[in-house]
């Protein structure tokens, strides 16, 4: 099931949104820096974390669904 090509184009939009997050971050904290700017971000840690268990809960489910179909 890992390398079915449902999974390999879930975990490339997976890292696309861990991508997304990091250069909106990045890009926000240089453009307060360019122009002047003091204001507090919240970490991008969390929302990364929150992503990926996200993701990886509901691989899980499909991975536990796929296997109790299969015994039946």
Known sequence: M???KK???????LL???????SYFLS????DRLHGITRKYDSPVFYL??????A????L??????AF???K
């Not at 696309?16 to 990091?22: A, D, E, F, G, V």
């Not at 926000?28 to 453009?31: G, Q, V």
């Not at 990886?56 to 691989?59: C, G, I, P, S, T």
């Not at 489910?61 to 796929?66: E, H, K, N, S």
């Open 16 to 22: 696309i949104t861990i991508l997304s997050i990091r």
């Open 7 to 13: 999974a390999i184009l879930a975990f490339l939009l």
């Open 61 to 66: 489910f499909l991975a536990i669904r796929w």
């Open 28 to 31: 926000a904290e240089e453009y």
């Open 56 to 59: 990886a809960v509901l691989y």
């Open 49 to 54: 974390i929150s992503v990926v268990l996200y």
């Open 2 to 4: 890992i390398l079915h």
């Open 69 to 71: 179909k299969s015994a």
